[in-house]
T-cell receptor, first 112, second 116 residues
């Protein structure tokens, strides 16, 4: 059974701080997607990483896919209250492009 | 507005009721999904439809019955549900084969279901 573990589960920080969220597995994934879900809404895609070692930047967010395509990290620089939400990672199943393995998520609260 | 619309946003039903959840996508995608989101559990894939054909059914109890009349609409018919079925039900759509790796999903806002 493929599993994705996200850490930490909960994070509460002050505006302006930096943070890193991790997504780890013993399985190899074809790709890794990061979503953010705000209260009362569905998850919204932030980024997809496909190549081992790939780094993508989205404004203050930096995403990295591990060299072995088993893990990923999300780093946020100078967090803002608007970054508050549930961050979900999802790994792609190489044999079925409709199947994603989901983590439990990291619930982030950025306090003004 | 993501292009995927779900109704109703909130639903309270008794265990003997019959109700339906509706999803409509305006993105021209060819695949639609039902997911269940419960506290302390990862997102659970329930059903996948591609071009109106069901391609995935992840051992979902028969009290959940999906219907996909065309590639833009998806329903989830509910009957004789249990309290443990209370959850957020998310609809999503994707375009098969558009990306390297897994399909990228566009989600609706979800239907919050409470079974009494």
């Amino acid at each position: 059974t493929q599993l994705l573990e996200q850490s930490p589960q909960f994070l509460s920080i002050q505006e302006g701080e930096n943070l890193t969220v991790y997504c780890n597995s013993s399985s190899v994934f074809s790709s890794l997607q990061w979503y953010r879900q705000e209260p009362g809404e569905g998850p919204v895609l932030l980024v997809t990483v496909v190549t081992g070692g790939e780094v993508k930047k989205l404004k203050r967010l930096t995403f990295q896919f591990g060299d072995a395509r088993k893990d990923s990290s999300l780093h946020i620089t100078a967090a803002q209250p608007g970054d508050t939400g549930l961050y979900l990672c999802a790994g792609g199943d190489a044999g079925n492009n409709r199947k994603l393995i989901w983590g439990l998520g990291t619930s982030l609260a950025v306090n003004p | 507005e993501t292009g995927v619309t779900q109704t109703p946003r909130h639903l309270v039903m008794g265990m003997t009721n019959k109700k339906s959840l509706k999803c409509e996508q305006h993105l021209g995608h060819n695949a639609m999904y039902w997911y269940k989101q419960s506290a302390k559990k990862p997102l659970e894939l329930m059903f996948v439809y591609n071009f109106k054909e069901q391609t995935e059914n992840n051992s979902v109890p028969s009290r959940f019955s999906p219907e996909c009349p065309n590639s833009s609409h998806l329903f989830l018919h509910l009957h004789t549900l249990q309290p443990e079925d209370s959850a957020l039900y998310l609809c999503a759509s994707s375009q098969d084969g558009e990306n390297s790796g897994a399909n990228v999903l566009t989600f609706g806002a979800g239907s919050r279901l409470t079974v009494l």
